[in-house]
Structure formats: C-alpha cells, structure tokens
C-alpha cells in the first residue's frame, strides 16, 4: 500500500520531499548525527542552501564541543531566565515588565516551549516577530526580541547552542520606532481639567476627589514618578528648605538620592499634605491607578488624554520653558545624562511659545531713516535777532 501511495521521495543528496505538500526535508548524517527535519520551502535551490547552512553548523558544534543531544528545551530555559531575573537587583517594576514580557512571548509562540534551542531558528524568529509588531508596536516587540537573545545567550554559555540567532543583528535589525508627539496642555486647559476632575460624578466622595486633585497636582509641580510619589512620606518633606529628599530605595533604579525642590505654587500644597497626612505617613491618599482621567481630559478639550506619566512631560516642558537650560531639566526629573533624554523626550514646545518666538525672527533689522534736515526761514530770522551785525 505504502509502495503505492508514497509519502516520501527517495532521499538524493541529503534531502527529501513530502509529497503530500511539497516541502522539503533535512536527512543528512554528519559524524555521530543525523540532521533532520523541514527546510520549510517548497523550492529545491533554496533547500540545498539550507541544508549546507545546517551540515557547517553542525560541523562547527561538533568541533566547539556543543552538546546536540541535549534534551533541554526552550521552557527551560525560560524558567532559568525568570529565576535569574527575580535574584538580581531589578526594582519589583522591571521584573514584573520582564515576566510579562515572557508571557506575551508565550502567547504569541506556541511551540516555543517545547523547541530545543538549536531549533529556534533566524528565519522562525523573523516569522514570528513579523506577526507579534502587528499588535504589540514596533518598541515592544524590539524589548521582546532583545529579552529572547538573553534567553538563547544562556544556551551559548551552557554549551547547548553554537550561536544564538537572536543576536543577528544584520538580519534582525531593530525595528525603527516613530515617537509619538505629545501636545501639552496649556495652564488654563489644566485648570479646566482639574475642576471637571473633582467634579466629575456626584457618586464620587468629596474626600476622595480631593485627594486625586492633590495626587496629580503634586506630581505636576514636582515631576515626580508615580512609584516616587507612591512612596512619598512626611519625612521626606523639609519645609524649611522647601525641597523633597527622596532616598534611593524610592528611586528609579535604586542607585543614588536624590532631591527635588518645591516650587513656590505646590508650597502651600505641600504645606497642608504635610499637615494632614495619617499615621502612615504617606503625602498622597490614593494609588498608582485612576480611571477618571480619560473622561476629565476630553471634558476639559485637554489636546491629549492626560496620564499621570504625562504630568511628568508637562512639568518637564513648563521647566524648560521657563529656564531654557536642558541640563537643568535633567537634573530635576533626576536624569544624568545632562539634558540629553530631557529635550529628546520629556520637554515639547507649546504652540503660543512657537508663535511668540517667531515674532522674534528678523531677516533684516529695521533701521529707521536718516532725518533730513527742513529749511525754515522763521528760525534764520531769529537767528539773526540774536546776533545782530555790528
């Protein structure tokens, strides 16, 4: 029966085909190994390509010591990866971004668990990534990439992989990623915005309100991040020298201190935060999250829908507006870069600044004319008046 209806070609010169589709397939031994599987085309050249790729690759496996029978899978791996990144120095916000990662990853890759690495090629990594940009965005999918290298790396340094083909950087270019442009909100927009925040559902507490519109207006004038401001206590306050010390277990990687100044419109703010905070000390009375702000934001006509990160944006571009020195910027968001992220990123020109500055451009200085003299024969008369002639 099989004689009849054959489902594979005879093998010649190390490849064979799957009739019932017309894929061709690996079965080559090189030394101890037999290489098989599918080369995933239906075009002999470019099979023969491939499969002379595979026979160097495992030449060169052979030779570096790699173990090709390693039973470990991408699962695994993957498991490894998570151990190590939760006993590093991360803060619990990068870690929790890394595993979630991992679980999109997943998602989106089916079989990838069970895949040896040796099995993870360039060409199923481009297959797969072409599909995940389309829903998660150029950014996202360059981060994923870069965290499934450093999942392969683990492989190369165990001796299970010869290269890793995550890190073929020609072939897996990043992809490029267009930033979008935030257009901030002007002062009279954000008190617009404020007032449609605290009023904006009869069922919401006043109290509770209250609190939101102080959460968000001290970021504003500080610039703080959200963990930062999360985190803040009554002890990190310093009224007498109207400045914020954050410590470094409440900033951004964890690495140094540093301090923020209170300007003088938050003074009063902070002032009575201070005042009323509770036994736990914290400044702000509410979380990292809110879901009014959305509906506040288009009430108001605000240009964009307003996040608490974007406050950050807006405190970043009022500072340079009103210093016009990035290295100052930089210094209160607690960069140290010297301006660099600060004008790239967080400070954006509001459109009555642009139309203000442009009334400054002159071509060609005005130069006003030369005053020609008028003759007046009363002014000669009096002249003479003066001086008569003896």
């Not at 991360?90 to 099995?119: E, Q, V, Y």
């Not at 993870?120 to 389309?134: F, H, K, M, S």
């Not at 870069?146 to 190369?156: E, G, I, K, T, Y």
């Not at 807006?314 to 507006?321: C, D, G, I, K, P």
Request: hydrophobic share 40%.
């Amino acid at each position: 029966m099989s004689d009849k209806n054959p489902v594979w070609s005879p093998v010649k010169h190390g490849l064979r085909k799957y009739l019932r589709t017309g894929e061709w397939h690996f079965h080559q031994r090189v030394g101890k190994r037999v290489l098989s599987g599918s080369a995933e085309t239906a075009l002999k050249t470019l099979a023969q390509e491939k499969l002379a790729a595979a026979v160097l690759q495992a030449k060169k496996e052979t030779a570096a010591n790699v173990d090709p029978n390693s039973k470990e899978t991408m699962g695994e791996l993957i498991e490894l990866y998570k151990f190590r990144i939760k006993s590093q120095s991360f803060s619990p916000k990068t870690i929790d971004k890394r595993l979630a990662m991992i679980s999109s990853l997943l998602k989106t890759w089916g079989n990838l668990p069970a895949l040896r690495p040796r099995d993870v090629t360039l060409d199923g990594i481009l297959a797969w990534r072409n599909t995940y940009r389309e829903t998660r965005g150029p950014d996202y999918t360059n981060k994923t990439v870069s965290m499934l290298r450093d999942v392969l790396d683990l492989a190369v340094r165990q001796g299970t992989l010869l290269v890793n083909p995550a890190a073929d950087d020609e072939h897996l270019a990043w992809l490029p990623v267009t930033k979008k442009k935030l257009v901030m909100p002007s002062q009279e927009q954000m008190d617009r915005f404020f007032d449609c925040l605290q009023n904006a559902s009869p069922h919401t507490p006043k109290a509770r309100a209250k609190h939101v519109r102080d959460y968000l207006e001290g970021i504003m004038y500080a610039g703080l991040r959200k963990e930062e401001a999360s985190l803040l206590r009554v002890s990190h306050v310093d009224l007498n020298n109207w400045v914020l010390n954050l410590p470094a277990e409440i900033v951004k990687g964890r690495v140094r201190a540093r301090t923020v100044p209170i300007i003088g419109e938050a003074r009063t703010l902070f002032e009575r935060l201070v005042k009323d905070a509770g036994e736990s000390g914290a400044v702000f009375k509410v979380g990292k999250r809110l879901r009014s702000l959305a509906a506040a934001s288009k009430k108001a006509g605000l240009p964009i829908v307003l996040t608490i990160h974007k406050l950050r944006h807006l405190f970043a571009t009022t500072a340079y507006e009103c210093t016009q020195d990035p290295q100052v910027v930089a210094q209160l968001l607690g960069h140290g870069d010297g301006g660099k992220l600060a004008l790239d990123t967080y400070a954006h020109v509001r459109q009555p600044k642009v139309i203000a500055a442009a009334a400054k451009i002159v071509f060609r200085p005005y130069t006003p004319p030369t005053a020609v003299p008028i003759h007046d024969p009363a002014e000669e008369l009096l002249e003479e008046a003066k001086y008569p002639e003896a």
